[in-house]
Nanobody, 123 residues
Framework: QVQLVESGGGLVQAGGSLRLSCAAS????????MGWFRQAPGKEREFVAT???????LYADSVKGRFTISRDNAKNTLILRMNSLKPEDTAVYYC?????????????????WGQGTQVTVSS
């Protein structure tokens, strides 16, 4: 099992930037795929981005070109840099870990989840 703790959320104006972090402990971080998901009020949780064990990335179309996922294996930390934020990016953002090193975009593919961090983008 992997314990995950997100941080870095907050309130930002449209067009602004935020950097989310996810601190991981437990299973060997460098060997597993990680992902970011988000859930807006009244909506289902949705895929944002994923990174596999060797750094390959995949993004949802809605964030492609604006968000960047990365990992620091030395610090057991997952990062999501968010630029050009829009009000529709407002959601609780969750960090998730797989037991596999291969990326996936489906919620069911992930085994461990953090508690989430709130991101609010004002217009």
């Amino acid at each position: 099992q992997v314990q995950l703790v997100e941080s870095g959320g907050g309130l930002v104006q449209a067009g602004g930037s935020l950097r989310l972090s996810c601190a991981a402990s437990g299973r060997t971080f460098s060997s597993v795929a990680m992902g970011w998901f988000r859930q807006a009020p009244g909506k289902e949780r949705e895929f944002v981005a994923t990174i596999n064990w060797f750094g390959g990335t995949l993004y949802a179309d809605s964030v492609k070109g604006r968000f960047t996922i990365s990992r620091d294996n030395a610090k057991n930390t997952l990062i999501l840099r968010m630029n050009s934020l829009k009000p529709e990016d407002t959601a609780v953002y969750y960090c998730a870990a797989r037991r596999s090193g291969n990326s996936a975009s489906s919620i069911a593919a992930y085994d461990d989840w953090g508690q989430g961090t709130q991101v609010t983008v004002s217009s």
